[in-house]
Structure formats: C-alpha cells, structure tokens
C-alpha cells in the first residue's frame, strides 16, 4: 500500500519481542529462581544450608512437609544458621545449576527432597569435598553403590505408618473390599500397600486390597477418576496414596471412610477423613545440621522410625471407632517400645505368601533396608499387579 | 451389582464428567482458530480460570447461586485477560502465535503466576467453599443405563451442551459467523469486503481465552475441587489436539472430548476390575489418536478438507494486500 510497512513492521517486531523477553523473565522470577528466605543474620558465626523442593512449598503434601523441616531448624537454630531454599525445581539437567548456585552462595549443606536428584547430588559431593550433601529418599548406599564421603541419604519407614493405617482400614471396611489408588509400581509404594494390607489382614483375616495404578505423581483428575473407578468395582474403604485431596470427594460423595497419604485433611473432610501415614522431616535435618556445626557430621544412611518420631501418624477422624483408635495407639506403643532403629516389626510375625501363594518371608525373619528398597511382590490378598 | 455398576455405563459417565474441562476448552480454540490465530496458552489460560475461580468460591461470601456463577465469570474475566496479551502480541505486534501462546502458558501456567496467585492468596488448603456437584436431573439419576450418563452430571456439562449447540450454531448458520470463516480462511479477501479483522480476531481470541477459563474452573470447582498448583496437568494441550481430532466442528470436538474421557476411564476401570492388560499401553491410546489424526493433518492440502482456517497461524497485515 504504502512503503513503510517494513519499517514499521519491524519496529513492531522488535517491540513484541521485547515484551514476550519480559513474560518470559517475569515467568523464570517468579518460578525457581525466585523464592528464597532466610532466617538469622548472614555474620560470621552462622551455617548457611539449602533445601531444594520438587513442588511448591503450599502443595499440601510432600514440599509443605519438608518446608516444615526446614522452618523447624531456622526456629531452633535461630541466629546459627541462615536457610535457604528453591522450589520447583524440576528432576532434570536444572537441578545441577541449582546445587552449583547454592553452593557458590556458601551453603555448607544441602538438602535435596526429591528421587530425581540423586545423581546431581553425587556429582556435585565429588566436586566440593567441603560441603555436606542430604539426599531424602535416596537408596544408592543401601544398594551398595559407591558414593562420596560427604554425601548422605536419609527417609523413613512409611510403611510402618502405613501398616497401623491398615489396621483400621481393615476395621472400617464392611464388605472386606478396601480399594487403593496409587502412583507408580516402584518399591516404596509397594511395600507401603504390602504394610497396609498385612495391618489390614492383621485384624480382619479377609480384608482384600484393590490396587489401581494411575501412573502419575500428580494428576488431581485421574486421582479422582481412579477412586471411582474403585468405588465402582465395590470398594466401600478408600486409601488414596496421592498428593492431591481429589480422592476425598469421592469417598464424601459415596459417604466412604477414606485414608490420605502425608497430609492432614481431617478438617476439610472430617465426615470420611481417617488418618493418613506421614513424615515429620525436620529432627534429622536439624541434628545434620547441628553436626555441620560441630564438626561431626557423618555419612549415616538414616532409616526414620515411629519411634523416633520421624515416621507417624496424621490426626485420627472423628468418624473412627474408639476401639479402632486403641488398636492404632497399642501398635504405635509397640513400635515405640522397640528400639529406635527398629523398624518392620511385623513382617515376619507369620509366613508371608505371595499372589502366586509362595513364601517371601519366613516367619522370625527381620526384613533389612535392602529387602524393603527392593520388594517388588504383592502379598496375598491384594488384586492387581505389582509391575503396574 | 445393578446394571448402573456394568462396566459401559460407569465409563460413559466418567467419559462426560471428565471430558467437560475439554470441552470448554477446545470450544474457546476452535474460535481462535476459526479467526486464523492459534493459541497455545490453553494450559495456561485454564490455571489462571481455575485459580481465580477457586479464590471467588473461598472469599466470596453469598449462597452457591450467586457465589459460583460470580465464579465462573471471575475465571472466564482472568483467562481472557491472558488471551488478550495474546491477541496484543499477536494481532498487533504480529509476533510468531506459537512463540506467544507458549509463553502465556509458562507465564500463566503450573509455577507462574497461577501458583503466584494461589499462594499470595493462601488458595489449596481445604476445599472451595462452594462447589459444583452432580444433579439428579428430573429424578432420573438412578434410571437404568442412561441415568448416570446423562441425568447425573453437574450443571457445568449441561451448559457445555448448550454451548456446543450454540457455537456450531454460530460458526455455520450465522452471518457473523460466515464472516468469522472468511476471517480465517482468507483475512486479505475478508478485509476488502469490509470485515474488520483485527476486530474479530481480537474479539474471537479472548472470547475463546474465556472459555478456557471455564474449563479451568471446572477442576477447581467440579473436579477437584480445591486449588492444587498445576491442577489442569496437562488438559490444556489435549484440548489443542482435539480441535484438530474433531476437524474444527464443535459437535465432533465434543465426540472426541467423550472419547478422551472414555479410554482414561476405561484404563483405571479394567483395573479396578481385575483385568490386567498393560495400562500403558491404554494410558497411551489417547495420544496414539491424537497423533494419527495430526499425521493425516498434517500435510497442507489434507488440512484444508479437513476444516482447518487457511490462514492460521499466520499474521495478517494488511499493507501486503
């Protein structure tokens, strides 16, 4: 038409490349890079120490607990170290960036929360002797694999929380069918269904475990759809093994008695909520973190019990039989009694058959580290596939 | 076990419940596609509806008849705003639509500002105060078969219905909707007949942002129903692929919304069940399908039988006439 349009176009171009530019750097600010808090003055004298959460700190579930490990430690600690922590940070190449980042800030410590990260976690202990490296959830040394001296993996018997849930899934359920919605066929989550089902049969002998696979960590859709796929099949108990509290309203709907996983929800749905198996991160961390300060600290491989308080128990539902609850307290008190290192002290209290019916554990038998990180069978009475 | 528990109508029902969210939002694309500009900031644009959905049910004090429509209409106002950054990159500046729609799903999307907001707000720790839940339409939700299918669903799907009907309606049987075609089709011809482009392409673009926003808040309202950063995991991009699963026609879009729904159901269903077949491999049919239709989609002469708008994707300006 005319002949500037060129210029003009270019003029424009250039304005909406600017503009995405600022979208895209608004999008990075206000994701990982951008919320960190401290506590404590940063003056000589204080321990500088990182968490790294795969989700948000207000997800309700894993993050928030571990957040709440990490404000334990600030609050007892107060002026002796200084915190630090990124959040979303996806399992991925990031990650590597992220613990150079914190290290280059000083952090002596790290704490990274999520599976994924192992293999960053290690590298980076190789390369910088003089900071100590926290791996929750890790299962390199239990595996035997070589790692360096500075680098340490902690988590907990969750199963152990999970067997005593069981025990009052298999008093809630009327017509022994209990459905459960899970994420992946991995070893933690099947021993944490095996758990739950032997608490279950521990007082109700024909309790079955329906297993559904959603194969996802996080879909509040599909983790919904699955408990009424469950529902729909004859379930009239629900264990959600899931972050999201979508589950919930299916067993509300259906008037349901329904188990969470490591979050509270006896306020939102206190007309099914039961209890749920959860993880109290925050004694550990600060006892590492006391070790930075004194100069002790050690590789350690720590396996958290209930009695240690490390693994335990959410709020009891209002709708949960007095009896069912002293059944619950009396294996608390159990676990408890025994050692603080012990954990699975139930596996072995009678033969243990597979699906197929044959013996994976022998009456007497103490299951190790090792066997946990490595179950791969269902017990018997549970329905579904332990390879998903 | 009553007929209802018989493993088809438990899908079905499922199918429609969880295809609603698609619905919407595959609606709200096709008319910005229909006006010759994509839009990949479903995803995006759905988080920033069910986010302010979800904070309106929470604060908002007033029965449920006046706190979730002030709802939905809080979460279609959000979503169009991000659409309108959109259209102002886009139409305006003429930047690469898939370049632009990109960014507005990281900037809106799981972990920007829908998580921003969500957070300052203090939204996810209980449930929205007010919800949709399922209707016993007529008193025939228990009715054999057809009950839980099509009496039992909230008020969300019924109005998914009527705007099914109404946007096929528009798009093929109305004079702006004509013009909304040529507009796609051919921006250049549409102009010289005196169609304001840039007028419709704006207008379509955030019309359509808003209805993602609806689809947003049916998680934050109907699905979930509480805020859960990231909530949408995802449906925003299959609402993409099912605008060209249902070749640009609502009522075929609305098939394939169904269908998605089914084969996820029927995953997590034969399981239940007892049936062991690999649930990846039916976890992965729907992206199988979507991939065949985008093959046959994707070469350009195939593309124009199918429905797709000549003119998508590409800026127009209008000094090159």
């Known amino acids: ?388 | 076990m009553s007929i209802n528990d018989n493993i088809f109508v438990v899908i079905m029902a499922s199918a429609i419940f969880y295809g609603t969210p698609l619905v919407f939002a595959s609606l709200g694309e096709v008319l910005a596609e229909r006006s010759g500009v994509l839009n990949l900031g479903v995803e995006g644009m759905m988080l920033l509806g069910a986010v302010a959905a979800a904070w309106v049910s929470t604060n908002v004090g007033g029965p449920a008849f006046v706190v979730l429509p002030l709802a939905i209409l809080a979460a279609m106002v959000a979503a169009a705003l991000g659409a309108a950054i959109h259209a102002f990159l886009t139409i305006t500046l003429r930047v690469n639509q898939i370049i632009s729609g990109l960014a507005l799903t990281i900037f809106a999307g799981a972990a920007g500002l829908s998580s921003y907001l969500a957070g300052i707000w203090h939204l996810g720790q209980s449930p929205v105060a007010h919800q949709f839940l399922r209707l016993d339409v007529f008193g025939l939700a228990d009715a054999p078969v057809v009950g839980p299918i099509l009496f039992h669903q909230t008020l969300l799907t019924y109005i998914s219905w009527i705007f099914v009907l109404g946007a096929s309606f528009y798009l093929f049987k109305t004079r702006m909707g004509l013009h909304l075609r040529a507009v796609g089709e051919s921006p250049q011809t549409a102009d010289s007949v005196g169609i304001p482009v840039v007028r419709y392409r704006y207008a379509h673009v955030i019309i359509g942002g808003s209805f993602a926003g609806i689809a947003g808040a049916c998680f934050s309202l109907m699905i979930v129903p509480t805020w859960v950063d990231g909530m949408t995991a995802g449906q925003g991009w299959i609402a993409l692929a099912l605008v060209i699963f249902g070749f640009w026609r609502p009522d075929l879009m609305l098939v394939g919304a169904y269908l998605f729904g089914a084969l996820s159901s029927l995953s997590l269903t034969l399981q239940a069940r007892g049936f062991h077949i690999s649930t990846a491999f039916l976890a992965a049919l729907p992206y199988v399908m979507t991939i065949v239709v985008l093959v046959i989609a994707s070469n350009a002469s195939s593309r124009r039988q199918l429905g797709a708008p000549a003119a998508l994707g590409k800026p127009y300006e209008r000094e090159e006439r």
């Open chain 1, 1 to 388: 038409m005319d002949t500037k349009p060129s210029h003009s176009n270019r003029r424009f171009r250039s304005v909406g490349i600017v503009a995405l530019a600022l979208l895209g750097v608004f999008a990075v600010v206000a994701t990982a890079c951008g919320k960190s808090s401290s506590s404590g003055s940063s003056s000589g004298g204080t321990v500088k120490a990182a968490w790294i959460y795969v989700g948000p700190i207000n997800d309700g579930g894993w993050t928030q607990a571990h957040n709440a490990g990490r404000e334990f430690v600030a609050t007892q600690l107060g002026s002796k170290v200084q915190t630090t922590y990124k959040e979303n940070v996806p399992e991925g190449p990031e990650v590597a960036q992220v613990i150079n980042d914190l290290i280059k800030d000083g952090n002596k410590i790290i704490f990274a929360t999520s599976y994924g990260y192992k293999e960053a976690m290690q590298a980076a202990a190789q390369a910088n002797p003089t900071v100590k490296f926290e791996m929750a959830t890790g299962d390199s040394i239990t595996l035997g694999q070589t790692v360096p001296s500075n680098y340490n993996e902690y988590y907990g018997a969750g199963e152990d929380s999970l067997y005593v849930t069981g025990i009052a899934a298999g008093k809630a359920t009327k017509n022994n069918t209990i459905g459960v919605s899970a994420p992946f066929p991995i070893p933690e989550v099947i021993r944490g269904i095996n758990a739950f089902t032997l608490g279950a049969q521990s007082v109700n002998p024909a309790a079955k475990v329906n297993v559904v696979w959603t194969k996802t960590w996080f879909d509040p859709a599909v983790e919904r759809q699955s408990a009424e796929s469950l529902v729909s099949a004859g379930a009239d108990t629900l264990f959600s093994h899931q972050d999201s509290p979508s589950a919930g309203e299916v067993a509300k709907a259906n008037n349901l008695p329904w188990f969470g996983y490591d979050s509270d929800q006896s306020g939102s749905y206190s007309s099914v909520w039961q209890t749920a198996a959860t993880y109290n991160w925050g004694p550990f961390e600060l006892s590492e973190v006391n070790k930075v300060i004194d100069g002790t600290w050690k590789q350690n491989n720590y396996y958290g019990t209930i009695a240690d308080n490390f693994t335990g128990l959410a709020q009891y539902g209002s709708t949960v039989a007095a009896a069912t609850k002293s059944a619950m307290d009396a294996e608390v008190a159990k676990a408890k009694a025994g050692d603080a290192k012990a954990f699975g002290w139930y596996w072995g209290l009678a033969d243990r058959q597979d699906q197929d019916g044959k013996t994976v554990i022998t009456k007497g038998q103490t299951l190790t580290m090792k066997d946990l990180y490595t179950m791969s069978y269902f017990v018997k009475g549970i329905s579904g596939s332990p390879k998903g």
